[in-house]
């Protein structure tokens, strides 16, 4: 896929409105998050989600997205095999499964752009560990998001967390800027070199977005046309942030902390 969109650079006062699409966008995700459970359907989740953007008069740029046909939905709620852009509705979660979560807000004309995949009850040793793995593979790319450094060290830190456990990353879709837009440039795939690629610069906005998958790297359209689904229907996982590239280091703005990266378990 071609991919010629224009990259932004963000001033301060764009960056303070980012933070603010950001921090909503996380509280929906928490909102969605916070009700995961066996039983729940994947339109529970997407509800919890857009109360919260519809509390502060957001919508989401998901929403009318084209595509083979205008996406329905707020959210993205991808199951096991479902690796993204799974459309929600009436399936409900099960205990073992593990679901995730991908919302975006429009704030004042900015995007704010993040997922999570939450466990549903006790999930299996693969299925804990495919997760903490992308989770981790997140947060070794957005350490990377710092002046200078180039796109292929963000995409590195990416592959190299989740190759180091044995799981793919997909080569078709892809981590992008974001501003105005939900995608602008530049794209930042999950797999790369270091030291190539665009060089990184303060006020650059990117969403870092590991797709993980447990036994194939390859992916497949479901017939909604929408559902992104592993090739052999193996687990998959999903993590993403929208980070701002800053002097003081990468600033997570889809987050209700204080964008800085969290302490967490190696
Ligand atoms: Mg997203
Ligand atoms: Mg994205």
Known sequence: MSWDRQITIKSESELVLMREAGRINAEALAAARAIVAPGVSTADLNA??????????CYSPFKGYPGPYPYPASTNVSVNYELVHGIPGKRKLKEGDIVSVD??????????????????????????????????????????????????????????????????VTREYTGHGVGRAMHEGPQLPNYGVPGRGLVLRVGMTIALEPMLLVGTPYTRVLPDQWTVSSADGSLTAHYEHTVAVTENGPLILTTQGDGSIPRRNA
């Open 48 to 57: 919890a989600a857009e109360d919260v953007l519809r509390k502060y008069g």
């Open 103 to 168: 919302c975006g807000t429009v704030y004042e004309g900015f995007v704010g752009d993040a997922a999570f995949t939450a466990f549903v009850g006790k999930v299996s040793p693969l299925a804990q560990k495919l997760v903490d793995t992308t989770e981790n593979a997140l947060y070794a790319g957005i350490e990377k998001m710092v002046v200078g450094n180039h796109i292929g060290d963000v995409s590195a830190a990416i592959q190299n967390v989740a190759e180091s456990q044995g799981f793919h």
